[in-house]
């Protein structure tokens, strides 16, 4: 009996832990390091499904520019914490600017697709150059 329920537990282990592993990372941002976007708290959620942007003054707009060079997000905000869900954005990769206190802080986001089988690659190709 006790073989039977260590089976049972550990078959159910097993299912719980695939199903985890599937929920992958949604999204991978590249912080702005500047000085200037020091006050802009900007990174994403412990699941990263979603973009969390915190200031201490007002954010006056926001907008991202996706890799077809298409405005996905435009609106104005006049809030201080903005939580955009990275569901609503399509594959790629995402410029986000945003205004606040005059000035415009440039970040990037790429989300990915969760159930994809590709491996990422290496875009650039090596050039060989004449020392």
Same mark, same amino acid.
């Given at each position: 009996?006790?073989?039977? %329920?260590? *089976?049972?537990?550990? /078959?159910f282990?097993?299912l =719980?832990?695939n199903i985890? !592993? &599937?929920?992958? @990372?949604?999204?991978?941002?590249?912080?702005? +390091? +500047?000085? /200037? /976007?020091? *006050?802009?708290?900007?990174?994403?959620?412990? $699941?990263?499904?979603?973009l969390?942007?915190?200031?201490?003054?007002?954010?006056q707009?926001?907008? !991202?520019?996706?890799?077809?060079?298409?405005?996905?997000?435009?609106?104005?905000? =006049?809030? @201080? $914490?903005?939580?955009?869900?990275?569901? !609503?954005?399509?594959? *790629? @990769?995402?410029?986000f &600017?945003? !205004?606040?206190?005059?000035? @415009?802080? %440039?970040?990037? %986001?790429?989300?990915?697709?969760?159930?994809?089988?590709?491996?990422?690659?290496?875009?650039?190709?090596? %050039? &060989? $150059?004449? +020392?």
């Open positions: 009996m006790r073989h039977l %329920v260590y *089976g049972f537990l550990f /078959a282990f097993i =719980n832990t985890l !592993s &599937a929920q992958n @990372k949604v999204g991978v941002i590249e912080k702005n +390091n +500047n000085l /200037a /976007a020091k *006050g802009l708290f900007h990174d994403l959620n412990e $699941t990263n499904d979603t969390l942007i915190r200031s201490s003054k007002k954010i707009h926001i907008y !991202s520019i996706n890799r077809k060079s298409e405005r996905e997000i435009d609106r104005p905000v =006049n809030e @201080k $914490t903005v939580k955009i869900p990275l569901q !609503s954005l399509s594959f *790629g @990769k995402h410029v &600017a945003v !205004s606040y206190f005059q000035k @415009k802080i %440039v970040f990037v %986001v790429r989300v990915h697709d969760p159930n994809s089988t590709y491996l990422t690659t290496r875009r650039t190709t090596e %050039v &060989a $150059t004449n +020392n």
